[in-house]
């Protein structure tokens, strides 16, 4: 059967099979029932498990091969029947707790999944399986200095790989994501080239990124790119690589590239317009900012770089315009200042004296914001206001010689 399987002849196959039901050794159609299963052929496999259990109804090993894949068809209320006919003094209650920690996890019942797994630990403390269970729950959750601490314990054990998972791999995942750099670059080196994934790749490149080892970096994310050109999350890293060598151009081409593979993302848009500046291509800058806005207008810090543009370039009603939009539950005092600057210079006076009030409380010790605000009580002919700033803003920085400056001019009138 499974010859004819692996040549495609499905029909020989389904006439074997029924063969084997009826005249193979109950050993062979065990074994038969593993491989069916690893191959995806579940009702196969299903069916199989069941002559057994009819003749071995004490044997729990068959109740969690059929539990796992009553999982993997959906049926969690069929899987946990079975499972829950398997009592602790069985043979296969082990395995039938990490059976039920993954039905569990797949229905988000987390606190289940962890009462499994910590049982099964207590039970066997130094089982690679339930070790590796415990990690790769604490990393797909997010706890990931509990992830590092069962996948050490495999190294300790001398297993270096499980369930085709390269454990040192998944160590220097777990410590880069943990911030632990150092840690992470040790153990992501020691990858053997055939688990040396794509997104182990990337992980190297970008923990070679944040310990400063920029040419490294750049090596390991370009090999990234010229074997998977479609590997999204590559080219902003590889762009801010490039910017930290202070490669301008190289870093704009490649957050180009990159969004010629994503061009739905509005981070690398706004990189792409940072780099852009720093080039002076202002066209590209407005271009790209824009797009970063139009794909997530809710984003305030895209919607202030695109503002912080329209008043480098003295476009106000863009600007007004741009930060008129925003919802009010949510503006930031940076909108405020922002506006009060466009109102001024388009001498709406109330309406700039409005946002600079609202600004005033958080910016009230910001020199550049005092500075603007004196100028602008100047301008708006408000006197009190501006001597009260200004007395205000000398005590911030005293020495600045523009503000001593006005102060004698204002004192000696």
């Known amino acids: 059967m499974l010859n004819a399987i692996e040549m495609g002849q499905l029909d020989e196959a389904k006439k074997d099979f029924a063969w084997a039901l009826r005249q193979d050794d109950d050993e062979v159609l065990f074994s038969l029932a593993e491989q069916l299963y690893a191959l995806g052929f579940l009702q196969q496999a299903q069916r199989t498990y069941l002559k057994l259990l009819d003749r071995y109804p004490d044997e729990d090993e068959l109740r969690t091969a059929l539990a796992e894949i009553a999982i993997d068809n959906g049926n969690n209320d069929e899987a946990l029947a079975y499972l829950a006919q398997i009592k602790p003094d069985s043979d296969a209650y082990l395995q039938s707790l990490l059976v039920a920690a993954d039905l569990y996890q797949t229905e988000e019942q987390f606190e289940v999944t962890e009462e499994k797994l910590q049982t099964a630990y207590q039970i066997a403390p130094e089982e690679p399986a339930v070790l590796f269970a415990l990690g790769e729950y604490y990393y797909a959750t997010g706890r990931f200095g509990l992830a590092i601490r069962y996948y050490f314990a495999l190294i300790q054990a001398g297993v270096a790989e499980f369930a085709r998972v390269d454990i040192a791999g998944r160590l220097g995942m777990a410590y880069a994501q943990s911030g632990k750099f150092d840690q992470a670059l040790g153990y992501l080196k020691q990858v053997a080239p055939g688990f040396m994934t794509a997104d182990i790749r990337f992980q190297t490149g970008l923990t070679q990124l944040n310990l400063g080892q920029l040419k490294e970096a750049i090596i390991t994310l370009k090999e990234l790119i010229d074997e998977d050109n479609q590997y999204a999350s590559a080219y902003p890293a590889l762009a801010q690589a490039y910017l930290q060598e202070n490669h301008l151009s190289q870093a704009l081409k490649t957050a180009q590239e990159g969004l010629g593979v994503d061009e739905y993302n509005e981070n690398l848009f ?48 863009a600007n007004i315009d741009l930060l008129q939009g925003i919802e009010k539950d949510s503006v930031d005092p940076q909108v405020e200042w922002n506006l009060a600057q466009s109102y001024q210079a388009k001498e709406d006076f109330e309406r700039a004296s409005q946002a600079f009030e609202t600004a005033r409380p958080t910016y009230w010790d910001n020199p550049t914001f005092l500075k603007q605000l004196i100028y602008f009580y100047q301008e708006s002919g408000e006197r009190d206001l501006l001597l009260d700033t200004l007395d205000h803003a000398l005590t911030v920085t005293p020495d600045d010689p523009e503000l001593n400056e006005l102060d004698g001019q204002l004192r000696d009138f």
Do not use: M, W
Not at 275 to 295: M, N, T, W
């Open 270 to 317: 706004t990189l792409a317009a940072d780099i852009a500046g720093r080039l002076g291509e202002f066209d590209l800058v407005k271009k790209y900012l824009q797009s970063a806005h139009a794909l997530a207008p809710e984003n305030l810090a895209i919607s202030l770089k695109l503002s912080n543009y329209y008043l480098s370039q003295g476009d106000h009603d």
